[in-house]
């Protein structure tokens, strides 16, 4: 799997990636930068990851999705490519267009930064490949605008089309208040795009891909991301 990590001013969690992709598929991340023009040859991954890119200034997202290195992701993603944004990465990907809705601040107004529980929705996507349908995962999350919201009908959408990925829940997998950490609409910390080649999720699966860390469950969707790619490979051999 070559991945490439794009890097913007502000940001804080590149280099967590960059080792949690070096981890999974065993070869080194490309590190590219927001004023860049194109993508490194041969990209199958791209991952905009958390922080404050440019100090969260106008909106979370707002400049970085103008920067740039993002015309090529655009065309990246519309060709097929997977697309993985993560916390601020997330915001940047709806900034751009890329996915619908938006991260707005979260319900109580005060930065969260724990451990949360997620349910995964899905098992049959690229993002979700590693995991069960339905499994509970624990994950840590750090931002203060992360409740994602949508109009109504872009909200049924998502739901009748399952693209819902993940969403916050309680340590037993039940949707509920309490498990809902920033009041965001039906829970929903990840959604893919229409074509289901982007994912923009709120928590940072990145973090928790080590034995050191106490937990491990992050690695499920790098995994799956490796064998997804892997096999599409396969394929292409025959």
């Known amino acids: 799997m070559k991945s490439a990590v794009l890097v913007f001013p502000g940001i804080n969690r590149e280099r967590d990636m960059a080792r949690a992709l ?12 927001h004023a860049e023009t194109s993508l490194p040859k041969g990209t199958d991954l791209v991952v905009v990851p958390g922080g404050f890119s440019y100090g969260d200034y106008l909106r979370c997202g707002a400049i970085a999705a103008r920067a740039p290195v993002m015309d090529a992701v655009r065309a990246f993603a ?11 990465g997330f915001q940047i990907l709806c900034e751009a267009g890329l996915l619908p809705g938006v991260l707005m ?50 909200l049924k959408q998502l ?46 699966p990145e973090n928790h891909v080590e034995d050191i860390m106490g937990c491990t469950d992050g690695r499920g969707l790098f995994a799956g991301l490796v064998a997804h790619l892997e096999r599409a490979a396969r394929a292409l051999r025959k």
């Not at 070096?22 to 930068?33: D, P, Q």
């Not at 009748?160 to 208040?177: K, Q």
Request: negative net charge.
């Open 78 to 88: 519309a060709k097929g490519g997977l697309v993985l944004g993560v916390c601020n």
């Open 105 to 154: 601040r979260n319900a109580r107004l005060k930065f969260i930064c724990k451990d949360v529980h997620l349910r995964v929705e899905r098992s049959d996507t690229p993002f979700t490949r590693g995991y069960n349908a339905g499994q509970v995962i624990r994950v840590p999350v750090a931002h203060g605008e992360g409740n994602y919201e949508a109009d109504e009908e872009t």
């Open 159 to 204: 739901e009748g089309d399952g693209r819902v990925l993940y969403r916050y829940c309680s340590a037993d997998g039940a949707i509920d208040e309490d498990g809902n950490i920033n009041g965001a609409a039906h829970s929903i910390a990840g959604v893919v795009n229409e074509r289901g080649n982007v994912l923009g999720m709120m928590p940072h």
């Open 22 to 33: 070096k981890l999974a598929s065993g070869h080194e991340t490309a590190m590219v930068w």
